[in-house]
């Protein structure tokens, strides 16, 4: 690479609001989406939302030529919704599909269906190895009453370590060169997570990564306020859908980093604003993101030594424990649903029993024999809602057991702390942030 | 890292068969599994089907002086049955939990409760970075009549997939120094992976990832005939558990890699034979594993420019077509369950509504309202299986395109046969072969 090195590249995002049968004008919109991407020649074009594979397979038909990479992530039962247009060649594909993901029986909230998932693909651009990811993370239904949170806390975790292991930088190894552990040169996500900028998942994920968020760095915006991605001016987006943020919430990201050697700037970053000045409506009930982005080449430097003490780690220490607590709660909540469920289970068993009794006699045996039925279907049901949350209590106990085992290894980092070893656990997200 | 730097491991791996109730004589095998282990003190004990997280605590605490790190990895309902015991530190943890992995309603096999997974642990060993999996594939009930076979291909595939993510060696960039790639040393993959050696999944999970067999590669070999891991002669193993192989069969392994720099020898292998010379019982019904692996500092050596013609990719390439044909007919019979389950839906709903006429008129009204719980039972069961396999079949198609992917790019390295291009795709497989 030469030492003058510079790319330019320009990224686009958008929920797309594209459930088959509800989302209105979905048709009317793809298609002034695809003519949109076929105007602006982005170089990645990141969707979530596109949940009928026939709105992908006209994407890509429409954007053949501007766009000759494409992929769309299949998960769940109905998909994960997520796809990616490049117009550079991808040279790796790959999905996590997130361990916990709602509740099955919440049929009007659907997310469980979806098999909500982060979508990896690896690119090589002018010998640069750039890692993109695009994820949807489960959606955020009550501010004030969020059953889902430590699913999304979990899935910001899952989300977290799933980048960290293709792209992590690890502590310098004695003895090996500079920048051994490098894999992407480069790492972008982009995404609808669900989260404010300030919640806790949102926090842990760019603590833990590193990643920076375009909208805080950029040099120049144009766009909504403060950077919403879900306006009130959009004729899509109720009241209710934006709680007790009435002039809007931002919950969708353009997220990167570089390695040591590099350097990344955002140059612009701009959103739509809640209408199409070509249309009377706009592209979706989501904003889209628009970021150029430059990445040059910049002398490897010394990693340096951290040497921040207990105090400058806390931030991030302290959202992992934040994180571990919520998870706690969690699990509480899984077990107390799986007892509850047992119980059920207990009392339809006694039931049954009881009617059989009942039914053999003379006494109410029709009535016996009627509700025979309804109570076996009361204990399936209820042995389904005991094998849900046990698995949901096993999914969040596997998350906490993984931040107790970081937790862990960062205390005895602190207990070392004279010591060499200090660099080890959080030398990572200090080298991190040190490269950018 | 020392130029003379050389480093022995020693491994052990078993399936414990530690199912609570069922197995025979199971706390009296996991306490001599735990004197074992305490009195050979190996580097790192990989086990499998430790279904009960009671027996991992036990283990735990019983072997805390020899092994002081440990971890069990929770997944499904009943859990991953996976645990791992370190006389190392664990910098890391991390699982992947298979997509697909059985079918609820087949409760006899159980495998789908399991939530079958790939753990992995980072160790640091005298400044060598070592990636540690262990794992446990979907179980093979009947070799003629194979119904879980694309599973098993699908989770192969997976956990390729994610060995490569934690430690793949990419080609060779311009302008980036020889290893840069490179994260971890060495990569150590022990389980059960329910395939014999031959099998289309092992082949590519082997071809795919580099990974050498110790069986086959072992300098010094001590143990069953041929291998194996389930043998006759063990008195937990029923003939109809050999199916037709009465001689036995291998489908527990310890396989490894190394990169660039270094060179990795299995100096010992050694198996269980079938019982315990100190006991009546052997361990488990199947044998334990028992590796001495030797990793020695190798100058690192120019990455030899790939020069083999399609006829020489040709092995991988025919596996990656093998199992997408595989896959594409796992798709082909979870479609048809699907709509099986559709026509019995739709079957369901017509008997309800001549049932529900029926309970209005006079005529066998009460035989009416009796079968109309069992219809709508009918229904829901049958609406269950159709989102099952539709899930199972989104399942097996992201497999598959992940895998036409890979054909594809392959498909064009071959076009460009005499461009430098040639190198990329197939060059992956071919470093690790060169730097083995």
Not at 358 to 387: K, R
Request: charged share 15%.
């Amino acid at each position: 690479m030469k030492p003058n090195f510079s790319l330019r590249l320009r990224v686009f995002n958008l929920n797309c609001w594209g459930i088959p049968f509800l989302s209105k004008h979905r048709a009317g919109r793809m298609e002034r989406l695809g003519d949109l991407l076929n105007l602006e020649s982005f170089d990645l074009a990141l969707l979530q939302e596109v949940w009928s594979e026939q709105d992908f397979q006209y994407l890509r038909q429409k954007l053949s030529l501007a766009y000759p990479a494409a992929h769309y992530f299949r998960s769940g039962i109905i998909g994960s919704g997520l796809c990616v247009f490049s117009k550079h060649p991808i040279q790796e594909i790959t999905q996590h599909v997130y361990t916990l993901n709602g509740y099955p029986y919440m049929i009007h909230h659907g997310d469980w269906f979806c098999g909500k998932a982060a979508g990896l693909l690896v690119l090589h651009i002018n010998g640069l190895v750039l890692n993109a990811y695009v994820t949807h993370l489960h959606a955020e239904y009550s501010r004030e009453k969020d059953i889902y949170f430590a699913h999304r806390v979990a899935q910001a975790w899952e989300l977290a370590q799933f980048i960290q292991c293709r792209a992590q930088f690890l502590p310098h190894q004695p003895g090996s060169p500079s920048h051994t552990s490098k894999k992407a040169d480069v790492v972008l996500l982009c995404g609808d997570l669900n989260m404010h900028p300030k919640d806790l998942g949102c926090c842990l994920l760019k603590e833990w990564t590193g990643l920076q968020d375009a909208y805080l760095e950029t040099q120049d915006y144009k766009g909504s306020d403060e950077g919403c991605t879900m306006v009130p001016k959009n004729c899509y987006v109720s009241q209710q859908d934006l709680g007790p943020f009435p002039c809007g919430i931002r919950i969708d990201y353009v997220l990167y980093k570089v390695v040591s050697g590099f350097c990344i700037s955002c140059k612009t970053l701009q959103t739509t604003t809640g209408h199409d000045p070509h249309s009377s409506t706009p592209l979706s009930d989501h904003e889209a993101l628009m970021a150029t982005l430059y990445v040059r080449h910049s002398p490897p430097q010394q990693s340096p030594t951290p040497t921040q003490g207990p105090a400058e780690r806390s931030p991030v220490i302290n959202l992992l424990k934040e994180a571990w607590t919520e998870l706690g709660m969690g699990i509480a909540q899984a077990r107390w649903w799986a007892t509850f469920a047992g119980y059920v289970i207990g009392l339809g068993l006694l039931v049954l029993m009881l009617l059989s009794v009942l039914a053999a006699g003379e006494v109410a045996s029709e009535v016996a024999v009627l509700l025979w039925t309804p109570s076996v279907g009361l204990i399936l049901g209820a042995g389904a809602v005991y094998l849900f949350h046990m698995q949901e209590a096993k999914g969040l106990c596997r998350a906490q057991a993984e931040l107790q085992h970081v937790l862990g290894r960062a205390k005895k980092t602190q207990e070392l702390d004279s010591e060499p070893q200090v660099a080890e656990l959080l030398g990572q997200q200090a080298e991190n942030r040190a490269e950018q």
